[in-house]
């Protein structure tokens, strides 16, 4: 099997540095000028980690994935891996038993201009399939990169109309592609000036504003993402988006983008998933900083701002009282004995944090205890609101109140250390 630590470094590599191409010859489908009215929440599979899945593995992910309403999963997957068709084949036949939907997202950090017959084949196997994700009446197709590949001879060829929304890295270059593309999807889900580059948050719109402006009456498709730490010996950093899965999800609400797409479900590498880890998976490394670091409860925070986002509505509706929080497993200048790569770069714009967020049908009294540190008391409107606390060594504890009266109270999943081995910038998530 590729090593798929190698895969990594190669297609966080082909981001940084890969440049849009020159415009290839294509028009765009006609589809673009009728978009869908209805609004769509996807979200970024790894297939390369998954060849041992089977079909309950993927009907397990698809059913928790349905749980919070998200539609689809984008199945980001490799020309190079032999397991590729077959689990593409189990996730379509996995898709139509649950009724849930996927589409193919092919990573061009393996897939290449030169692709475009076994492409076309693919997309001709799977654009009616009863388990494909339809907008706009026709198969929806996505890359990680590929900026330059040309669609419209794909389209040509596949009976069943395709709608082609690739990552392209250039927002500028996406308004006038002339590739056939009928939208585009952008990956700067993080704090970045573009590429890799690490800036200090929080989280803005810019970089949605240039390809909504650049794209006109086509598509965008908004990344969401609750998290990037990385720690490989060449890609070895940590984005700050430390209180950003609330604040990313509020900008949607504003925006009301086409489609979302959620990075990730299942990207134990880049530690953003929000799937349960999954013992089934390819561990190409990441099991240092993720395996014990469950990300579920963000999937509680996810599901009122999915449905707002369907219905159009600005403000999320809390069905009932929950608290979420999430930190590292050590505060940032502690030094790991054992690393032999370092500290990630943009450690130093971190804050030692504990973040809590509160998911309140009414107004409460909320009280964190990190470590030794004195008990620190905030109120809570109603809604969904994060709130920081200084980090301390130690239990960490929580503990809700509401007219004198504790109705949420408990321990963290992780005490929090001032020592370590290996260096983890990845967070602990859990839920009262």
Not at 85 to 92: G, S
């Amino acid at each position: 099997m590729q090593n798929i630590f190698i895969r990594c470094c190669a297609a966080l590599a082909a981001l940084a540095f890969a440049l849009p191409a020159l415009a290839l010859p294509g028009a765009s489908n006609q589809l673009t000028t009728r978009q869908d009215s209805n609004r769509y929440v996807t979200a970024h599979f790894m297939v390369g980690i998954v060849e041992n899945y089977t079909l309950d593995d993927w009907k397990q992910d698809m059913e928790l994935a349905k749980e919070i309403g998200i539609d689809a999963f984008a199945l980001n997957c490799a020309s190079i891996d032999k397991y590729t068709d077959p689990q593409l084949a189990l996730a379509y036949e996995a898709a139509e038993a649950v009724d849930f939907k996927v589409f193919i997202s092919f990573d061009f950090a393996y897939w290449s201009n030169g692709d475009t017959a076994r492409i076309t084949s693919i997309m001709q196997t799977y654009a009616g399939h009863p388990g494909q994700f339809q907008y706009n009446g026709a198969a929806l197709v996505s890359t990680f990169v590929g900026d330059s590949f040309n669609w419209t001879p794909v389209k040509n060829a596949v009976q069943h109309p395709l709608f082609a929304v690739p990552n392209i890295q250039d927002p500028a270059w996406s308004g006038t592609a002339n590739t056939g593309i009928d939208g585009a999807f952008s990956w700067y889900a993080w704090p970045t000036d573009g590429g890799n580059s690490i800036i200090p948050g929080p989280m803005t719109t810019i970089w949605d504003d240039r390809f909504i402006k650049s794209l006109g009456s086509k598509l965008y498709m908004a990344p969401v993402s609750p998290w990037f730490s990385t720690h490989f010996n060449t890609k070895n950093w940590v984005f700050i988006c430390e209180d950003q899965i609330t604040v990313r999800w509020e900008q949607m609400l504003e925006m009301q983008p086409g489609l979302i797409e959620i990075i990730s479900w299942n990207d134990y590498g880049e530690s953003h998933y929000i799937g349960p880890y999954s013992a089934a998976h390819s561990d190409d490394g990441s099991a240092q900083w993720t395996k014990d670091f469950p990300h579920d409860a963000w999937r509680i925070i996810s599901k009122p701002y999915i449905a707002a986002y369907k219905a159009g509505e600005r403000i999320p509706t809390v069905e009932s009282d929950q608290l979420v929080y999430w930190y590292r497993p050590t505060p940032k200048d502690v030094t790991c004995t054992k690393d032999p790569l370092g500290k990630p770069n943009g450690v130093n714009m971190l804050s030692d944090s504990v973040f809590v967020t509160m998911l309140l049908t009414e107004p409460a009294t909320l009280t964190v205890w990190s470590g030794g540190l004195v008990g620190i008391s905030v109120d809570v409107d109603a809604g969904i609101h994060t709130n920081s606390f200084p980090m301390g060594v130690g239990i960490q504890y929580f503990e809700v109140s509401r007219n004198g009266e504790v109705f949420i109270s408990g321990e963290g999943g992780l005490d929090i250390s001032d020592q370590c081995d290996y260096y983890n910038y990845n967070v602990y998530v859990g839920s009262l």
